[in-house]
């Protein structure tokens, strides 16, 4: 099975207007740029996107709210995005809102099969209206629902033409877990080697579990906040 693609417009070249796609990454950290970018290219709209958050104003998934190619967004982060902010609370963008914790659990249950799960997470929030509760050991919980999409892209540091992949730091936030949530899972990296060039030991996400690879053209790695301190 070819995995290997000669750009990431090759790689997205089948998604179509209303997919769901999830995309990795924590804050602008691990972000699978050069595949955002494709995306904002195509125009395709009414996406519904699953992330942490959706980048700021200019950056990362920021671009594609901006270009009004999203109709909803399953998050657990709205700050460092004053346009999120604004289509939110003006009821022009459908937005999911999910404790971090419960978010990351419900993409890794998705990808582990997992159809649904039980946690106190959110129990006597506005979280838990309309959800099942049961009570375990005393405590109640309540049910959520795992989490799968048409399409994850995710961001590796390095990667093999058999689709292994490799993780740098903050980046292994959502990029692992979604990689194993996408029915089709498309990886860029920094790195393409050749099968049996990465230690198999070191190999964060089994090249089962993505269909299709690039080597990023480009990377800005953007920086949500500059914090420097005075000479």
Known sequence: MKKVYTSAEEAVADMTDGVTIMSGGFGLCGN??????AILARGIKNLTIVSNNCGTDDCGLGVLLKAGQVAKMISSYVGENK???????SGQLEVELNPQGTLAERIRAGGAGIPAFFTPTGHGTRIAEGKETREFDGRPCILETGLRADFAIVKAWKGDEWGNLIY??????????????????????????????LDPDHIHTPGIFVQRIIKGEKYEKWIERRTVRDA
């Open 32 to 37: 699978p740029e050069n595949l955002i970018l």
């Open 168 to 197: 740098r730091k903050t980046a292994a936030n959502f990029n692992p877990m979604m990689a194993m949530a996408g029915k089709i899972t498309i990886a860029e990296v920094e790195e393409l080697v050749k099968p049996g060039e």
């Open 83 to 89: 346009h999120f902010e604004h289509l939110m609370l």
